[in-house]
């Protein structure tokens, strides 16, 4: 079974992180229903790219297949970590678009380490990236989206089941900030019908962070089309009633029908669950 796409013409997504991987996939895929893009990112082909001039991907890069897909799009250079250029693409974006109707924080730091191997200035990038990266983001539309239709503010986070994460504490601890300043607006925008979500997917994508850092091996990734599936389904729902929910991928797309996920796989057989349990160490698919 197919799933039931959603028509998005006439809305504005600004997502954070969409150079690579899942956020360029779900800037794709909402510009393939007709939702305009602001595509952010720190690597932009009017840079010097320095060291990291060997990394795949740019905003332009990706405004461009945005615009390929019938969408409009602006690419903005972004330091989710500054708040005066937080403030300054949020307002670019309403400018450009006149209104933003999606929020998506899907921009992340990653390292899994210990405390006492974890260097400090990496552990204030993370926390700052991911923690006060989406409070940032989602502060500067908050204004916006109360007087705008179908609001959402989505974020790229786990379920918070846990109160240690022994081997990883720095990173799970940044990732859990991100839901809890999530799920926490949506009782703070309960009023306003903006639905504030997160969304998680049950086992490890296939990204250049999960190949660079060795997690797992093809048998156990999924591509990420099944994290903008699923950031689909929700936008197929309404803010005002959906909303302050922490989402799997695939509970969220086995409820709206969907039965055989083999679609997703690199190799044959369902991945292991390894990233829902990375916060949810009980979690097991249904029988």
């Known amino acids: 079974m197919s799933l039931e796409k959603p028509d998005l013409s006439g809305s504005t997504a600004f997502i954070t992180g ?12 909402l510009a393939e229903q007709g939702c305009n893009v602001v595509s952010t990112g720190k690597t932009s082909e ?11 991907g740019s905003i332009e890069q990706t405004a461009r297949e945005v615009e390929e897909r019938g969408a409009e799009a602006l690419p903005i250079k972004l330091d989710v970590r500054d708040a005066d250029t937080v ?8 400018d450009e678009f006149g209104e933003v109707n999606v929020v998506i924080n899907n921009a992340s730091a990653i390292q899994l380490m ?13 926390t700052d990236v991911n923690v ?10 908050i204004d916006h989206l109360k007087d705008v239709d179908d609001a959402w503010i989505l974020t790229n986070a786990p379920k918070i089941k846990i109160d240690r994460s022994p081997g ?7 990732k859990l900030g991100m839901s809890f300043v999530t799920l926490s607006l949506a009782d703070e925008l309960s009023g306003y019908d903006v639905g504030c979500n997160t969304f998680w997917p049950v086992t490890a994508i296939d990204t250049r962070a999960t190949r660079h850092f060795g997690l797992g091996t093809e048998d ?15 936008l197929s729902r309404d803010p005002a009633e959906f909303t302050g929910n922490a989402v ?4 969220l797309l086995r409820e709206a029908g969907l039965a055989d996920f083999s679609e997703y796989n690199l190799t044959e057989g369902d991945p292991a669950p390894m990233s829902a349990q990375m916060t949810d160490p009980e979690y097991a698919r249904p029988e």
């Open 18 to 29: 969409t150079t690579r991987g899942i956020g360029k996939r779900i800037a794709l895929d």
């Open 46 to 56: 009017h840079d010097d790219y320095g060291e990291d001039r060997d990394l795949e």
């Open 87 to 94: 403030e300054a693409a949020a307002q670019e974006a309403i």
């Open 114 to 126: 210990t405390v006492e191997d974890m260097p400090p200035n990496r552990f204030d990038l993370m």
């Open 132 to 141: 006060r990266g989406t409070y940032l983001t989602s502060r500067a539309f």
């Open 168 to 174: 990883s504490a720095p990173y799970t601890w940044s």
């Open 220 to 234: 156990d990734w999924r591509t990420p089309k099944i994290v903008s599936d699923t950031v689909l389904e929700i």
């Open 248 to 251: 799997y991928d695939e509970e």
